[in-house]
């Protein structure tokens, strides 16, 4: 965004410094951004985004991890812990009894984009939904760029390119499979399925 300081918005929509430039687009962006992990200005560091902040475990899983565990053997105790982190948020939905549903609608949004919703589903034994991942992959576009418009219009195109089967596999993907390198050390150890 250098030289667009000051620009107002209208001055935005029409200016080539901002936008969607690489005419290939964004693969695998559906439309939407995930500012949550866009880096913040003291994550800058020596002239590039080094993410040295970045998160690895937040409290929040935590407290959610323990909601669920109790719903699980129906200890009433992980409510607190999860209206926690619906007030924390300020969410208008604040649970008034513990369930797993629950538990997984604010793990749902909380932990959005950090990378544990896949092993969340597996445990929960909700696969079903993604059987069919990676079929139609999509694209993000600036139509600025792309058709010439004459403001910045994002738009989303699918494209299919893997061949054969896609998504999850039941008795397949719940491991991830060992590295050749541990398989060949250790001759005892068997390959999970999903190496197979």
């Known amino acids: 965004w250098t030289g667009t300081e000051g620009m107002t918005r209208e001055q935005l929509e029409t200016s080539d410094k901002i936008g969607i430039k690489d005419p290939t687009g964004l693969y695998g962006f559906g439309g939407y951004f995930a500012h949550k992990i866009v880096p913040w200005p003291e994550d800058n560091e020596k002239g590039w985004y080094g993410f040295k902040n970045l998160t690895i475990f937040r409290y929040a899983e935590v407290l959610l991890m323990y909601a669920e565990a109790c719903a699980m053997t129906g200890d009433n105790d992980g409510l607190q812990y999860l209206n926690a982190i619906q007030n924390r948020a300020g969410s208008a939905h604040v649970s008034s009894t513990l369930t797993l549903d629950e538990v997984k609608n604010e793990k749902a ?10 092993p969340d589903m597996v445990r929960w034994g909700d696969t079903d939904g993604i059987v069919n ?10 139509a600025f760029f792309t058709k010439k418009e004459p403001k910045h219009r994002i738009y989303v195109e699918y494209s299919n390119p893997n061949k054969g089967q896609t998504g999850f596999v039941k008795g397949k993907h719940e491991y991830f499979p060992y590295p050749k390198v541990t398989i060949s050390r250790n001759p005892n150890l068997q390959q999970n399925p999903s190496g197979l």
């Open 133 to 142: 991942n990676g079929k139609n992959i999509p694209s993000t576009y600036d």
């Open 109 to 118: 949004f909380e932990m959005w984009i950090e990378g544990v919703r896949f």
